[in-house]
């Protein structure tokens, strides 16, 4: 085979992991260091994004599992560019293909958010503007980005629709959002985001709001999107059970750090984080036997602004020692593609 | 769904239960416009004392209106609801007063459940105040008595709602709930709004309560694996209608029902080797002009013919005990 002497190798969940050095640089397609992004408070400094780092290919997956306060969508929003007052970007680096965010002028960002790097959020009904129909939405995004005719907006805009599997676009393109259900206000956001061929889309909670049958309908049309257009995707949900069948890689934040990565299938197959152990316990499963008491994280997420000492899950941590109350843990590669983040790590990796 | 033999150890039973909104709000509006919105359209079914019946459906499928109208905050148009073998639907004044301290309803969102204007310790007292059950001497060490059972220090008597985390307030809700020591509690998604890491909590604390205390529970849920964790039997809603009503187990491992099933296939599973979801497609329709014959049937992958547009399916009871509607099973009735 051809792609064996390319160094790609299929992995058996269908995904193709690139090894060829050169082909990783030219496939990154965002590169974050050290990201540090703060809100300052009346109430005190919340350390929304602590220090993280991390990276998206082109064509895949990444998963950013977190629960509420745990820095995700701050994470998304520093990448648009989107952090305002009173939160600011602290320190660390941005690199979208090698080219600098944080240094590019608001009016440079105007031109990236939406073109290159899309978003969409998780409710839809406060994302649309209530005043416009769908096709003007849609035709303000082409008219930002693109330099098309009135007709041309109207069919591209059609085509979007078709696109994203809205039913009877045409008469859709005349609809208010009010006018649609849950699930179409989310195809019109997905057709919004991609009319302008992103290489980046970040979506925040897509399917949140939405009934599973609805969600399993989006999830699919992502799916089929990120292999027509060869989009990195980034995905930002609460819900483990989303980001194992959507994902390529996860990465998993607690309250404002990274506390691992891994590619989807060592995630849940080898959890290695307390964390992230404590998380997959604690949900309730369908194929699993029904079980007397679900395996629950004692106590709450900490306010951001009052951290614990040492590591930020110390606190919940049926594995904590001395060091962990004190000591903040670093975050390590311990394989490859697998970063972790904890003291105890060397005692669950054997 | 027919399983109208009384007295057999329901606690709560529900007959030929319907509810219609008007489409439209204000009178004038209704005057012009007489629709009417099916939330519950003709649904039947009992809870045996002491279990867990799980009532799942995706949003506009009744499964709340169905709650609220077994709590009596709201009157059914048509059907009973039968409490220990009594119909509440006509009651009123004092009775429904009583028929509030027997029954009562853990709410989604315990943000805005519970009063912003109040502490904790004020929240569960109104309803001990309200039915006179403790006198002033004995209510500080009731109250501290009802916080301890829901995980809560005494500290949190004197907190706001906005002072304390979603599952404390969810806490909080469930002890305002169970402070008139009722039999039957409604749980209308009660960890929906909660992080994942604390719905393991609320729902162990549920069912420890449900063992201490003898409840009853209709536990209203979207999520399918968190009904499947709590119930004993699961009824399964769609526009209306109750579709299927099985033994969890039944359910989980042999669903009969097409929705039941398609249901259960889109759920994502948390393993990356599950396989992809099966997609539904199409929408829920309006229940303002429901589809005619079987609801479901114009999403339904195992249609069998004119039969599914042009009769509304019966309950047919399967051997193992579960119901279904659908004309699938039309020759396999007991």
């Not at chain 1, 600098?100 to 503007?129: C, H, W, Y």
């Not at chain 2, 049937?297 to 659908?326: F, M």
Request: glycine letters at 8%.
């Amino acid at each position: 085979m051809r792609s064996e002497s390319l160094g790609i190798s299929t992995e058996s969940s269908g995904s193709i992991v690139f090894q060829w050095e050169d082909m990783v640089e030219d496939s990154r397609l965002l590169e974050i260091r050290n990201l540090v992004t703060r809100f300052y408070t009346e109430e005190g400094v919340v350390r929304a994004v602590d220090g993280n780092s991390l990276h998206l290919d082109a064509g895949e997956t990444l998963g950013i599992v977190g629960e509420s306060g745990s820095g995700k969508t701050v994470t998304a929003l520093s990448i648009m560019g989107l952090i305002e007052n009173p939160g600011l970007i602290e320190s660390g680096s941005i690199l979208f293909r090698g080219d600098e965010l944080l240094e590019k002028t608001q009016q440079e960002m105007l031109e990236i958010r939406g073109k290159e790097i899309a978003m969409v959020f998780q409710d839809p009904m406060n994302s649309l503007n209530p005043t416009l129909t769908v096709g003007d939405q849609i035709a303000r995004v082409l008219h930002f980005h693109t330099s098309l005719s009135r007709r041309e907006k109207k069919r591209r805009a059609i085509e979007l629709l078709r696109q994203v599997e809205m039913p009877e676009p045409e008469k859709r393109l005349g609809n208010y959002p009010h006018q649609l259900s849950g699930g179409m206000r989310q195809r019109v956001l997905i057709a919004m985001a991609i009319s302008c061929n992103p290489t980046v889309v970040i979506l925040d909670e897509p399917t949140t709001a939405l009934d599973v049958t609805i969600e399993a309908q989006i999830f699919e049309l992502v799916d089929k999107l990120k292999a027509q257009f060869d989009m990195g995707i980034i995905l930002i949900t609460h819900d483990l059970a989303v980001v194992a069948n959507s994902c390529d890689r996860v990465i998993v934040m607690y309250a404002g750090r990274i506390v691992e990565e891994a590619p989807v299938i060592d995630l849940y197959e080898n959890p290695l984080h307390p964390y992230t152990r404590g998380l997959l316990n604690s949900i309730p499963q369908l194929d699993k036997e029904k079980q007397e008491r679900l395996p629950s994280i004692p106590g709450e997420v900490p306010e951001l602004i009052t951290l614990p000492e040492g590591c930020n899950f110390s606190p919940r941590c049926k594995y904590a020692v001395e060091k962990c109350m004190h000591d903040d843990p670093p975050i390590i590669k311990i394989a490859p593609g697998r970063r972790l983040a904890c003291w105890k790590a060397g005692e669950f990796i054997e | 769904m027919s399983s109208l033999n009384s007295n057999d150890g329901s606690l709560v039973e529900v007959i030929g239960l319907k509810k219609y909104f008007p489409a439209r709000g204000d009178w004038f509006a209704q005057m012009l416009d007489r629709r009417q919105i099916k939330a519950v359209d003709g649904i039947s079914f009992s809870v045996p004392t002491g279990t867990t019946l799980g009532l799942v459906g995706e949003s506009g499928s009744g499964k709340t209106t169905t709650g609220r109208l077994i709590a009596r905050l709201t009157k059914p148009t048509a059907g009973q609801v039968r409490y220990k073998s009594k119909d509440i639907a006509p009651v009123s004044g004092r009775q429904l007063k009583g028929l509030r301290r027997s029954v009562q309803m853990i709410f989604q969102d315990p943000s805005s459940s519970l009063n912003r204007r109040k502490t904790a310790g004020q929240i569960v007292k109104e309803p001990l105040r309200i039915h006179e059950l403790v006198s002033k001497q004995a209510m500080e060490s009731r109250l501290v008595e009802l916080m301890e059972m829901v995980g809560l220090s005494h500290h949190f008597l004197n907190r706001y709602p906005h002072e304390m985390s979603g599952g404390q307030r969810q806490r909080v809700g469930i002890a305002r709930a169970l402070a008139v020591e009722p039999e039957f509690v409604i749980c209308d998604e009660p960890v929906t709004a909660l992080d994942v890491s604390i719905q393991a909590q609320i729902l162990n604390l549920l069912m420890d309560l449900q063992d201490q205390l003898d409840l009853t529970y209709l536990f209203i849920a979207h999520d399918l694996s968190v009904v499947k964790h709590v119930s004993d039997r699961v009824a399964v809603m769609y526009l209306g209608k109750i579709v299927e009503i099985a033994d969890t187990d039944a359910l989980f491992s042999d669903p009969k029902h097409p929705y039941s099933r398609a249901l259960l296939g889109a759920i994502p599973r948390p393993d990356p080797r599950a396989g992809k979801r099966m997609v539904l497609h199409g929408e829920v329709p309006s229940p303002i002009n429901p589809p005619s014959g079987c609801r479901f049937h114009p999403r339904c992958p195992e249609q069998i013919g004119e039969i599914c547009w042009q009769k509304e399916p019966d309950g047919i009871t399967l051997p193992n005990g579960t119901s279904v509607a659908c004309h699938l099973y039309a020759d396999e009735g007991r």
